[in-house]
């Protein structure tokens, strides 16, 4: 299978999260208004969307926290359609969603789960942490797109 | 002054998977909201269209196409997209025109021609787009976010998929009643169980299909109707429309992540909660006055959310209602008794004239062996991407 080519790794989404944080760890990244404090992921470069934001602030990019709380969860058991990359040839393995409520940020994340997580072994309220994975591998390009998963606190996946 | 306008006509093209053009469908149910109302189309001072993104430039600019395929007569023209609220948008617009004095006879049309399977977003390369983005990065097809809700509704509210199934079984009674339905077959809550899981913990009986459709309405300033010796006409009292408040705090389609709360702390009550509330404050009226509702039971579980958030009961009771049968037909309040989605499937722009149409057939005594009995007043509320979010009271 072509298992012998050294693949680019390149972030599906470039500038939504970091494999080396400042811990060392893997982490998605927003940005941070300074004049409201408000916290946007997927990251908002141009302009604050709070109405209430007094305006004049900048928006820096900040680390989200790195753990939260399953608020859903649910998996995809039919291929879903382009844009998202699947072999035709290959049977349909389902994915796991899984969305993450950040306490500190007070928000909701949504992602996949990592590899191996299905819908048996998540449950609303479960401690989840974000890691990093791949999401596709284009062996035309030799790229390995990278993406966030979640996984249970403490699990094996 | 009388915010009301008249809803003199009503008709559609049969839900179904027809194969043909949305200009077919659409002119079809013009025709027959047309017939309805005793109105010729050049009778007709402005027409309003419901877009469609799957039919290329004649779907993006549906009014004059309509207005084209019923043969040009000089109408005033507009086109409206608002997904899939795109239909309770154009029915807002034409209320808006006559309340305005800009027209006094308008006609309403929304058509489809839907794709199998999934919806997918529009094609290319577009990483700005949110909708495009959803599915590269994480897959994410409608009915996972419904699927999303329905899970949280189980733990949060312990409903359970014999709920859910529960909601199919009722609509789809009331789709056998409805010649205008893409299903009217009875299931039973063990087809329910037995039918595919396609997201966790939704089966494929507990999402609605996709369709090709059309549905249309013939409106007029109660001036107009009382003209026409009409002096009693079904009337429309209320299109509320309105976008979510910061911060939004449920995650919803096509979004990846809520707003964060940080900031700001969010309002009290859900964002379809307000779709209803701005209708019945406009109308004048409250979830105690309805004799039915029409709502997108987009999947089953999203259903007995609209009970909560339309009022027909305190939030974590919607499974309930169900489960006493007092949203089905004969029930103290029914909830899609034109089959809903369920029964229909999703014809974007035209499911939200479709649901007007229900009401004014059911208002009028005329729903057949559909009718709830003595029907004065109902609403409708539907949802679209975005952020999209409206109601229409409409009474007799």
Request: glycine share 12%; proline share 6%.
């Amino acid at each position: 299978m072509g298992g012998v080519l050294a693949l680019t790794r390149t972030p599906v989404v470039s500038g939504w999260f970091t494999e080396t944080a400042a811990d060392g760890g893997f982490r998605l990244l927003g940005t941070r208004c300074s004049a409201c404090t408000a916290v946007f992921f997927p990251r908002e470069d141009a302009y604050c969307r709070n109405p209430h934001c007094p305006g004049g602030g900048e928006l820096a990019e900040v680390p989200l926290s790195p753990r939260g709380r399953v608020w859903s969860y649910t998996d995809g058991r039919y291929r879903p359609p382009a844009p998202y990359v699947s072999d035709p040839a290959e049977p349909w393995e389902p994915y796991t969603l899984v969305a993450v409520e950040l306490e500190a940020e007070g928000m909701v994340v949504l992602g996949q789960a990592a590899p191996g997580v299905g819908v048996g072994d998540l449950a609303v309220g479960m401690e989840v942490e974000v890691v990093g994975g791949v999401l596709n591998e284009d062996a035309d390009t030799r790229t390995a797109w990278t993406t966030w998963r979640f996984k249970p606190v403490g699990g094996d996946a | 002054m009388s915010a009301d306008v008249a809803v003199l006509g009503a008709g559609m093209h049969p839900w179904g998977k027809w194969g043909r053009s949305f200009v077919e469908y659409g002119r079809a149910a013009a025709r027959a909201a047309l017939a309805d109302a005793g109105l010729d189309w050049t009778d007709v001072g402005s027409v309003v269209g419901a877009d469609t993104v799957r039919s290329g430039y004649p779907g993006y600019v549906a009014g004059a196409t309509f207005a084209r395929a019923l043969g040009w007569q000089g109408a005033r023209v507009t086109s409206v997209y608002a997904a899939c609220a795109s239909g309770a948008q154009a029915i807002g617009t034409a209320r808006a025109q006559i309340l305005a004095g800009l027209a006094d006879v308008v006609l309403v049309v929304g058509a489809d021609a839907a794709p199998k399977g999934f919806f997918a977003p529009a094609g290319g390369d577009r990483p700005d787009d949110p909708d495009w983005l959803r599915f590269r990065v994480l897959g994410a097809t409608n009915p996972a976010y419904f699927a999303l809700y329905a899970r949280r509704r189980m733990a949060v509210y312990g409903d359970t998929r014999e709920d859910f199934a529960l909601v199919k079984v009722k609509n789809a009674a009331a789709g056998t009643l409805n010649p205008n339905a893409r299903y009217r077959k009875a299931v039973s809550a063990e087809e329910v169980a037995a039918s595919a899981v396609v997201a966790d913990p939704l089966r494929l009986l507990d999402i609605c299909a996709t369709s090709d459709g059309g549905a249309a309405l013939v409106l007029t300033s109660m001036d107009f109707a009382r003209s026409r010796g009409i002096g009693d006409p079904v009337r429309i009292r209320a299109v509320s429309t309105v976008t979510p408040t910061y911060p939004r705090t449920v995650l919803d389609l096509p979004d990846i992540a809520t707003d964060s709360a940080v900031a700001v702390r969010p309002a009290a009550g859900s964002f379809r909660a307000s779709i209803a509330r701005a209708a019945y404050e406009e109308a004048g009226l409250g979830p105690d006055d309805l004799s039915l509702a029409e709502v997108y039971d987009l999947s089953t579980a999203l259903e007995l959310e609209w009970y909560e958030d339309i009022g027909l009961c305190g939030e974590g009771e919607g499974a309930k209602l169900v489960r006493e049968g007092a949203t089905a037909l004969g029930g103290r309040i029914p909830v899609n008794a034109s089959g809903g989605l369920a029964s229909f499937g999703e014809a974007v722009p035209a499911q939200a004239i479709a649901q007007v149409c229900e009401l004014t057939w059911q208002l009028r005594g005329t729903a057949g062996e559909r009718q709830v009995p003595g029907a004065r007043a109902g609403i409708t509320a539907n949802q679209g991407l975005f952020g999209h979010g409206s109601a229409v009271v409409a009474v007799r």
